[in-house]
């Protein structure tokens, strides 16, 4: 309850909050995965458990305390969505809760409408592909059914709205520097009783089940696997590095995909730049796990010019900052927030474009992603820089022993595009251009 407090009333992320409650918790591994079901079931599911309880509160809901409404979401989450705890627990758990922060009368409340909810079941659910059902059905407010329908239009929704609506799988990103892939997937199944399942995709990737929180797996804190989404890692697979290149990640962020060229050969000199001090204090602890060199850290505005970088480098990698569609299922949180500013992240993109660009040396590489399933973010943007800089053109990874198939996962005009609906993974979007030479 203290996790959904902060995130609806505080505007915290669900995944931060709940890392900041299990520190301070003695919870056993059990306990914390229900707590970590529970706080991401309430959010996925906020408007359909909305209008379940509503229909059996005469009155509606909107002048419940909120730590009251907030107890009977979770209750009705377990009634609704879970077996694992009997209905009479949850109920007395809910109405215990609203008796401490409202009085008895909200108590009795809390019981009957749980009791009858209970009894009656969930109203049915609306039918149909109107905006409206969908809303209903995969409980999404109606700006992002409408983003849905904006890029794929009424065929693909039902399928692309369930697929965000789904539980993410944990995909393990293999520290080839330190392990094989079938090394740690029988280290994890015998000493840490973990299973794993290869992905046909990316040979260095495992999908992990049975797993608590990373951080109690002795294999995770000796650096021979980190957590990364499978399509986050295809992307640091389009960068086909090579020995020796200079390297810029433009907007690293916590640094999965700066640490993640690092572990694919030695001898990288990567400038990670970012302008929070927090985030590159977290590359850096990952980087000190993962046994990695090389990654330099830069408190750095990439639309800046700076002397600390170089003149130019055989890759920039630009996985720029954007709405975040592409991964409501690990931050269901953000489809209750106000619908992004397109507009703006637009302009911030083509901003950054232009200033990273010219650190691309002639023969070189630009890599940019974007998590979210936003043409004007990904597909348009690309389009419109390539229009404005005809020195760069569309070099797609190559495939051969060792990658990704390519063939399979690219569109023909080179890009890359992932959607949970379509292959378990979030939904990114990438390009690969190279700068011509003499350019």
């Known amino acids: ?228 989404d499978l399509a986050a890692q295809l992307i640091g697979a389009m960068a086909q590095v090579q020995a020796g290149q200079w390297i810029l990640d433009a907007c690293a962020g916590v640094g999965g995909k700066a640490t993640h060229l690092a572990e694919t050969i030695e001898g990288l000199h990567i400038d990670a730049m970012d302008l929070s001090a927090r985030k590159l204090e977290l590359l850096q602890q990952s980087c000190s796990r993962l046994g990695l060199s090389g990654v330099h850290s830069l408190l750095l505005d990439a639309t800046r010019d700076d002397n600390r970088l170089a003149d130019d480098y055989d890759l920039v990698l630009l996985d720029a900052p954007c709405s975040g569609l592409g991964v409501l299922r690990r931050h269901p949180e953000r489809k209750w927030a106000p619908p992004p500013n397109s507009a703006e992240l637009v302009l911030l993109q083509e901003r950054l474009l232009e200033a990273v660009c010219k650190r691309v040396r002639p023969g070189g590489y630009l890599l940019y992603s974007v998590c979210t399933f936003s043409a004007d973010e990904g597909p348009v943007q690309m389009q419109r820089f390539l229009e404005r800089h005809p020195e760069f053109v569309v070099a797609a990874p190559v495939e051969g022993p060792g990658t990704p198939p390519w063939s399979t996962l690219l569109a023909e005009d080179g890009h890359f595009e992932s959607w949970p609906h379509l292959g378990a993974m979030d939904a990114f979007y990438a390009l690969r251009l190279q700068r011509r030479q003499g350019a």
Do not use: C
């Open 1 to 228: 309850r203290r996790v959904l407090t902060r995130v609806q009333g505080g505007g915290a992320y669900t995944s931060l909050a709940l890392s900041a409650e299990m520190q301070r918790s003695r919870l056993s591994d059990k306990d914390r995965r229900l707590a970590t079901e529970l706080s991401y079931g309430v959010l996925r599911h906020l408007s359909r458990i909305d209008r379940a309880l509503s229909a059996y509160a005469h009155k509606g809901l909107g002048k419940l305390p909120p730590p009251v409404l907030l107890a009977m979401r979770v209750a009705a989450y377990q009634i609704l969505f879970l077996d694992r705890i009997p209905s009479h627990a949850v109920v007395h758990d809910a109405v215990n809760e609203a008796k401490r922060v409202a009085g008895p009368k909200m108590g009795g409340f809390a019981n009957g409408l749980l009791r009858k909810l209970i009894r009656e079941g969930e109203p049915p659910l609306p039918q149909g592909d109107e905006p409206e059902s969908i809303m209903a059905r995969h409980s999404m407010p109606v700006w992002l059914v409408q983003a849905l329908l904006e890029r794929l239009g009424q065929d693909g929704i039902e399928e692309a709205a369930k697929g965000l609506q789904g539980i993410a799988p944990l995909y393990a990103r293999v520290n080839r520097l330190r392990i094989e892939r079938e090394a740690l997937a029988e280290r994890l199944r015998e000493g840490e009783g973990v299973a794993s399942r290869n992905s046909e995709q990316y040979p260095y990737a495992l999908e992990l089940s049975g797993l608590g929180s990373p951080e109690h797996s002795q294999s995770f804190a000796e650096g021979l696997w980190t957590v990364q």
